[in-house]
């Protein structure tokens, strides 16, 4: 089996299956992933809404505002995602260092390394990747605990967040002359990898027993 393999599986199995973004995470291409990418470390994505809808609401609805924003005011809007005192500092400081070194966020979504993003104060390898692909669009994909959970559930286990990254896209990319056939269109990677790593969180989420992951509906070996 290859990442290929588990692409095809999933789709046929009908995921994604909510009606959402085209590129799965809510707001894909605005500043509002940056926001996301923050606030859902450690906590439920239904959560992060109630923070971005408080920040929004009260009118900090860009990087500029939020980087001009108190900390306390910032803690007590996103107070729902947890950890908000610390979450309030990485934010802030995050949105600051893109419009110092970028001036904008077009500018920062053209112009940003994943390198950079790893020297920002509280982004790891995953919300730096999320921040990549479904912010800035670029041709990055996301693995998470799902995607581990997945994989281990196949007998796969991976050294690192890399490791596992590396096999995922290495399936895809082996078999992109294939792709435009499975889609009924010409597709981007990035939209691949967005929507790929859709299917794996919904299914897991829909088919999990505690953190292991019933897989047998997928056919594979």
């Not at 999933?10 to 009606?19: A, E, F, I, R, V």
């Not at 906590?43 to 306390?72: F, R």
């Not at 959970?149 to 796969?156: A, D, P, Q, T």
């Amino acid at each position: 089996m290859n990442s290929f393999d588990l692409l095809l599986a999933l789709k046929t199995s009908g995921y994604l299956k909510t009606d959402r973004d085209m590129l799965w995470w809510p707001r894909s291409g605005t500043f509002w992933v940056i926001v996301g990418a923050v606030l859902t470390q450690q906590t439920k994505w239904e959560k992060v809404e109630q923070s971005m809808h408080n920040l929004q609401t009260a009118g900090l609805d860009s990087l500029a505002l939020i980087a001009e924003s108190s900390l306390d005011t910032l803690s007590m809007l996103i107070k729902p995602s947890g950890f908000y005192n610390t979450k309030a500092k990485n934010l802030k400081s995050l949105c600051s260092n893109i419009l110092v070194t970028f001036g904008s966020f077009e500018e920062f979504c053209e112009d940003v390394s994943r390198d950079w993003l790893l020297e920002q104060k509280g982004i790891g390898p995953e919300s730096a990747d999320s921040i990549l692909c479904y912010a800035c669009c670029q041709e990055v994909m996301v693995v998470d605990a799902y995607t581990s959970r997945l994989m281990e559930s196949f007998g796969y286990q991976f050294e690192s967040y890399d490791t596992l990254q590396e096999w995922m896209i290495e399936g895809i990319v082996i078999n992109q002359k294939h792709l435009a056939s499975v889609y009924h269109k010409e597709i981007s990677l990035n939209e691949v990898y967005a929507r790929f790593h859709g299917k794996i969180v919904e299914f897991c989420k829909e088919n999990s027993q505690g953190k292991k992951v019933k897989s047998e509906s997928l056919g594979l070996m």
